[in-house]
């Protein structure tokens, strides 16, 4: 079941968020080992209404933030986006070791097209570090187009994007 977040899901999405950790660095990945996903951006997701989770059988699994409000760092990108029309943002995608092997990467992002779409936006954009190579495998499969470079507080981040039909 994919579902908005209440606060009261906090720690069991912290614990997904420490696990993605973990396993990120497990891999050699840079992306999320300067502490950042920190609580308190968990926190703000949930209440801003941009935080969702998937849950099995009373369990959240994965985790994810949705924006309808656009990201002030996109509008900086060495590359081009494919249009300039609203967009959705996905950010901080993650999966507890419960859910791993499940596809739940694929169906996070389709149920942020529906999200968007029930929006009457029309397009979402990502990004993520270079070797996150589990991240781009999903972006792939779910049709993104690579959009060029963009800078956040850490570094850069590859960046896609999707027209949704």
């Known amino acids: 079941m994919f579902r908005q977040a209440k606060i009261t ?12 950790k973990k396993i990120m660095k497990q ?20 209440t801003q209404g941009h935080a969702y989770v998937v849950e099995e059988e009373n ?5 994810v933030a949705i924006s309808l409000e656009g990201e002030p760092t996109y509008q900086n990108i060495v590359g081009a986006w494919l ?5 959705t943002v996905i950010h901080r995608m993650a ?5 791993k092997n ?10 942020a097209e529906k999200i968007s779409t029930n929006a009457k936006i029309h397009s979402i954009r990502v990004d993520t570090n270079y070797d996150n190579y589990v991240m781009k495998h ?3 499969k779910q049709g993104y187009t690579y959009c060029g470079i963009i800078q956040v507080r850490d570094g850069k981040r590859e960046a896609f994007q999707k027209i949704l039909r």
């Open 102 to 111: 499940k596809g739940l990467g694929s169906y996070i992002m389709q149920q």
């Open 138 to 140: 999903i972006l792939e």
């Open 59 to 63: 369990e959240i699994i994965a985790y």
């Open 95 to 99: 999966v507890s070791e419960k859910g």
């Open 27 to 46: 891999r050699g990945s840079q992306q999320w080992q300067d502490g950042y996903p920190f609580r308190e951006t968990i926190t703000e997701d949930i």
């Open 83 to 87: 249009n300039t029309a609203p967009y």
């Open 9 to 20: 899901d906090l720690e069991p999405i912290w614990q997904i968020i420490l696990y993605a």
